[in-house]
């Protein structure tokens, strides 16, 4: 148990970090446009699909994240995308989609 108390506070501390990462605005959006398939234009998906607009970007770091390190099973292709981005284009991804209207 003390292992996924260290885990996570260990998470907590690089996310942290990641918060004062710098992206161009115009480059997370363009890294987030890859994400329209799915979840649709800035983040407005069509129904059957999850919107990320207005989400919590704290909380979709930690999924992303958490689909990266595989502690969580995609059902869809996730997994296999999250690990083509750094964890400071995550942090702009989520924070594109968290300043998108719902």
């Not at 260290?6 to 605005?25: F, K, R």
């Not at 115009?26 to 890859?34: D, G, I």
């Not at 800035?42 to 992303?64: F, V």
Request: glycine letters at 8%; charged letters at 20%; proline letters at 3%.
């Amino acid at each position: 148990m003390k292992m996924k108390h260290l885990l996570t506070a260990a998470s907590w501390l690089a996310l942290s970090g990641l918060a004062n990462a710098q992206i161009d605005p115009l480059q997370a959006r363009s890294l987030a446009a890859s994400c329209a398939a799915c979840h649709g234009t800035d983040g407005r998906a069509q129904p059957g699909m999850i919107s990320l607009a207005g989400s919590n970007k704290d909380d979709m770091i930690k999924k992303m994240l958490d689909y990266k390190a595989g502690r969580v099973p995609a059902a869809t292709i996730m997994h296999q995308l999250s690990k083509g981005y750094t964890d400071e284009q995550i942090a702009a991804i989520a924070g594109y989609f968290a300043a998108q209207k719902r």
